[in-house]
């Protein structure tokens, strides 16, 4: 089993649709959890980090379940510029730089 | 905004070769890693630094050497490339104690041959 396992999509959804993705980890003890994005032949960029109680940044909301140890992503009324990969990524680790595991990513499509 | 450049945007070299990878940052971070992706296994660190001349073994360090003589510089050697080494590098920095948060380069995408 993956430590960081995101389903790889492609999420293909209409213009102004809500979509959400899930990622689930394995270790039990994960420290913090972040969402990055990834365009087309891009670098990854952070989009936000992922707190306990949940966090939102205008259109999208990321949660934390640790009971079922997942975290989730929503992005309501979706643009076409919301197209990308969209990484988990879950620090294992403690310390200056933690120990990060990436996910596989989660491609979404939004059409006109 | 924090700016990490990587030297080479595309590389192809030949197997046995000697290969520099060299990366700079501009916003005096003090951690600094290398990465490569490849399809269907996303991301995996090669190496990290968290000083000058201070380096760490990542999860997949064989075939692999960095440097770090200057905070602003980390350089990746593929010592004799190998055609399994090919593959998109990633460059990244972040300030100290914040794990998680990375600011990545463009990416080189190496060929081996």
């Known amino acids: 089993r993956k430590e960081v396992e995101q389903d790889p999509g492609p999420f293909n959804v209409p213009e102004g649709a809500t979509v959400a993705f899930n990622c689930t980890y394995s270790?039990?003890?994960?420290?913090?959890f972040f969402w990055y994005r990834q365009d087309c032949r891009k670098e990854p960029k952070l989009l936000m980090s992922v707190y306990s109680s949940g966090n939102e940044d205008g259109r999208f909301t990321a949660q934390l379940n640790r009971a079922s140890q997942y975290i989730s992503l929503l992005i309501r009324d979706s643009k076409l510029s919301d197209s990308a990969t969209y990484l988990c990524?879950?620090?294992?680790?403690?310390?200056?730089?933690?120990?990060?595991?990436f996910g596989q990513g989660t491609t979404l499509q939004v059409k006109p | 905004d924090v700016k990490v450049t990587q030297s080479s945007r595309y590389l192809v070299k030949r197997t046995g070769e000697k290969v520099f990878l060299e990366c700079v940052q501009d916003?005096?971070?003090?951690?600094m890693f290398w990465y490569r992706q490849d399809p269907g296994l996303g991301l995996r660190l090669i190496y990290f630094s968290y000083d000058v001349k201070m380096k760490e073994k990542g999860d997949i360090p064989e075939g692999y050497s960095v440097s770090r003589e200057k905070k602003e510089r980390f350089s990746l050697i593929l010592e004799s490339a190998s055609t399994n080494q090919t593959s998109m590098y990633l460059c990244?920095?972040?300030?100290?104690?914040?794990?998680?948060?990375?600011?990545f380069g463009s990416g080189t995408q190496l060929s081996v041959l």
């Open positions: 916003m005096d971070h003090e951690n």
């Open positions: 990244a920095s972040s300030p100290w104690g914040t794990a998680g948060k990375l600011f």
């Open positions: 270790n039990s003890a994960s420290q913090s």
């Open positions: 990524v879950v620090n294992v680790g403690s310390g200056n730089t933690g120990k990060l595991i």
